[in-house]
């Protein structure tokens, strides 16, 4: 729906948008990790809406749910039709508002587009795009990750229509969401695909890989590990002309360099990436992406390493290494670009570290929950499986929320006794530092949770134009 005045969620510069109203929902996507019903829970995902307003009566509760149509869809990652990037000045669509979440299903293809207007506490579908449609138009499956750009919605997708590679992008209209096609023109030799991002101010695009659908749908393939088949690179485009400019490679045996954290400021040409395991000694690490002179460059700026274990306490797949590897699964930077959260999915710790210098971070606080060995708990709770997975930062990057599955087939062979959902919030001081809020603690029977996104926009939904 086409507005007059630009919507009031819209900010020009990261600097505008830390003054924003606190958030008072948050939307979740949860999965159904039965779909076959054998757990007695066969019933659909859904996206929740939660109350994260401290002066409510109904703080830490589900307000509001729709569920999807079908049973398996696996909800992941999802993102809005529209945000700030439409106040850029070659956007052609500057009135659009941000009313929509497009909800993909990594395991089904479908991209579902909800409504979140009038009521948001009440969202309802309004559109399913099957995924014929997708495969037809963009020649993709399993969409993954969805931005909101100036000109269109962009959507990443793990591969082909087949469940093999390449992977890639393609674009859907703002207004009507169909289906518009493969956004490269020139591929280069990118073939696996992950997430992506970008650097406005500068006309480049940044992707990252993780693996091809048949490479990760019925878990982690350790043959394809120790062969270094996963990702291990990073992909640098002309992002008006679609073109492949450059191919950033890890050092050998770096694993799955997912989630990408540009620098909000769009004069910053900089930003980072989380790699999840190295298959040398089991750390994980993050690397910042640079400009360097006419090209791009990559370093290594934290590397995080396992934790001794008793072997009996580990995962099969774990024992033989007598220890815990972090498994850095997503990274989060606050919106004054000083603050880089990194969720240790293995170890159960949320790391916050001050980036003010990109290649030099500082440890700034921790935070345990869960963790494949510790099982920390919360003070609302005994002790808790999973670990730190989503991560999502407040305008005023006050508040971070997380979530604790990562994805269906990985989660039992990381937690064999399987993941019981739990979302829940984590203070955040100006001056660096994180606390646990005893208050908040969401628990989900039969369902996982995956995704959160905050009502107006957060620290992952929304690109700028002006510093």
Sequence with gaps: MALWTPDPTFYPSPRLAMTAPPEKLAYLVTFNPDPGGGNGHARPDALNVLDVDPESSSYGRVVGRVEMPNVGDELHHFGWNACSSALCPYAPHPHVERRYLLVPGLRSSRIHIIDTKPDPRQPRLAKVIEPEEVAKRAGYSRPHTSHCAPDGIYLSALGNAEGGGPGGLFVLDHDTFDVLGQWEVERGPQYLAYDFWWHLGYDTMITSEWGTPDMIEDGLQPNLLLEGRYGRSLHVWDLRKRRH???????????????????????????????????????????????????????????????????????????????????????????????????????????????????????????????????????????????????????????????????????????????????????????????????????????????????????SSDSYCYP
């Design 245 to 459: 400019l450059q191919k950033l490679e890890l050092e050998e045996g770096q694993q799955m360099p997912l989630e990408l954290r540009p620098a909000h400021d769009p004069t910053k040409a900089y930003g980072f990436v989380g790699v999840v395991v190295s298959t040398k000694n089991l750390a994980a690490s993050i690397w910042t992406w640079y400009r360097a002179q006419d090209n791009w460059a990559l370093r290594k700026v934290i590397e995080i390493p396992p934790e001794p274990a008793d072997p009996s306490l580990l995962p099969p797949a774990l024992q033989p290494f007598s220890a815990v590897p972090p498994l850095v699964t997503d990274i989060n930077l606050s919106l004054d670009d000083r603050f880089l959260y990194v969720s240790c999915w293995g170890t159960g710790e949320l790391r916050q570290y001050d980036v003010s210098d990109p290649f030099a971070p500082k440890l700034t606080g921790t935070a345990r929950l869960g963790g494949i060995v510790s099982h920390a708990s919360h003070p609302k709770s005994g002790p808790l499986n999973g670990g730190p997975q989503m991560v999502e930062v407040s305008r005023d990057g006050r508040r971070v929320y997380l979530s604790n599955s990562l994805y269906r087939a990985w989660d039992e062979q990381f937690y064999p006794e399987g993941i019981q959902g739990w979302v829940t919030k984590l203070n955040a001081s100006p001056s660096g530092g994180i606390s646990v809020d005893p208050n908040f603690f969401v628990e989900f029977e039969g369902e996982r949770p995956h995704q959160i996104h905050l009502e107006g926009g957060d620290a």
